[in-house]
């Protein structure tokens, strides 16, 4: 399992909640090479419904502030691996990625009182649906990967582990404390 996507829950926000205030901020980001990825550009797809609404590109992530599922949400996928990196390395990376971005968005002055991600409400999702289908042999075998890295941030057993989505979609497992 190589390509790890993240998505970080907010916690329920208001039903006029615009998340376009995030294009300045992650203009603003690249400007200032906020994250440690290489900050590419930034689309607006706002007029997707329930869609990634505003995402900023990196040389080897995508972050967006998603609402995929009709559920807000700040989203990391790894698009690049590090042969070096064992599968549990490379979700703890993806685990501290979304957790740094949604922790620098809640304290950007835009979003100030107004959006707050539950840290302890994730999805993690494998982006490769010929790896890693959502069957219930890819999900024995995401299911301890998962386990140590989440392991490694909460602690053992203070977590529980749920498959979700079809056969049609990418394998994926919601974590909550």
Do not use: C
Not at 37 to 63: N, Q, S, T
Not at 104 to 113: H, K, N, V
Request: net charge negative; hydrophobic share 45%.
């Amino acid at each position: 399992m190589q390509h790890f996507r993240v998505k970080i829950f907010a916690q329920p926000v208001a039903v006029d909640f615009d998340p376009g205030p995030a294009i300045a901020v992650f203009h603003r980001w690249i400007q200032e090479s906020e994250l440690p990825e290489l900050l590419i550009d930034v689309a607006d797809y706002r007029h997707v419904p329930d869609g990634p609404g505003i995402v900023l590109m990196a040389h080897d992530a995508v972050y967006a502030l998603d609402q995929t599922k009709g559920r807000l949400g700040l989203l990391y996928t790894r698009r690049s691996v590090d042969p070096a990196e064992t599968a549990p390395a490379r979700l703890q990376n993806a685990l501290a990625a979304a957790h740094r971005a949604a922790s620098l968005l809640e304290a950007e002055p835009e979003f100030a009182g107004r959006l707050r991600f539950e840290a302890r409400s994730i999805e993690v999702s494998v982006n490769d649906r010929l790896l890693a289908p959502n069957t219930d042999a890819s999900f024995a075998e995401l299911e301890p990967v998962l386990r140590v890295a989440v392991d490694a941030e909460w602690g053992a057993g203070s977590y529980r582990v749920e498959r979700s989505g079809s056969p049609r979609e990418l394998l994926t497992a919601t974590v909550s404390a």
